[in-house]
């Protein structure tokens, strides 16, 4: 069972920019399907991308364009880079894994979780 640790997130100005890392405690999970979902208080957690085993990539329209997902294989991690913050990206960000290489955009495809890290974006 591999487990999920996220790091990264703080505090950031709108506008701002944050690298969010997620580092699986093994190493097979480089070639399977890594997500990122995020979770407003009393919101339902949303999907926000995520990288299949072939290292395609796919994003919530929300932040296309701005987010970039993508492997350091060698550290056995994802990263979410997220550039031209805004306040409605503030969340807790949590990292999933699956033990397929194809990805899915429904949460409960995903068994494996990190414990989220928070971003705030403000003035």
């Known amino acids: 069972q591999v487990q999920l640790v996220e790091s990264g997130g703080g505090s950031v100005q709108i506008g701002g920019s944050l690298r969010l890392s997620c580092t699986a405690s093994v190493s097979a999970y480089n070639n399977n399907c890594m997500a990122w979902f995020r979770q407003e208080p009393g919101k339902e957690r949303e999907w926000v991308a995520h990288?299949?085993?072939?290292?395609?990539?796919s994003y919530a329209d929300s932040v296309k364009r701005r987010f970039t997902i993508g492997r350091d294989s060698a550290k056995n991690s994802v990263y979410l880079e997220m550039s031209r913050l805004k306040p409605e990206d503030t969340a807790m960000y949590y990292c999933?894994?699956?033990?397929?290489?194809?990805?899915?955009?429904?949460?409960?495809?995903?068994?494996?979780w990190g414990q989220g890290t928070q971003v705030t974006v403000s003035s």
């Open positions: 990288i299949n085993g072939g290292d395609s990539t």
């Open positions: 999933a894994a699956r033990d397929w290489v194809g990805c899915e955009k429904d949460q409960s495809r995903y068994p494996y």
